[in-house]
């Protein structure tokens, strides 16, 4: 009930937050465990129901488009400090690099 009542007060923060949220979880590699999904599921129950002010419309392009900035973050993150990672010995601790060849 959290969320429905951070709807009613901030308003359109709310679409701000969720932007940045889904946004950060596609774009940062170290932070795939945000709940993005299930709050992508969440967001669009609430804006089906008639008593909250979320907009469908808004919610799909807003969202679509801080998850492919997030994925071209995240593309950029890995072709500019990929190799560089990738030859760190905590990265080949965690990651053998005969897997990397495969």
Known sequence: MLLPQLINQ?????????FCLVFIETGVVVLPFLPGDSLLFLCGSLAAMSTHPLNVAVLAVLLSVAAILGDALNFEIGEHAGQYLTHTKWFQRIVRPQHLAQ
């Open 10 to 18: 901030y308003g359109w923060l709310v679409y701000i937050g969720l």
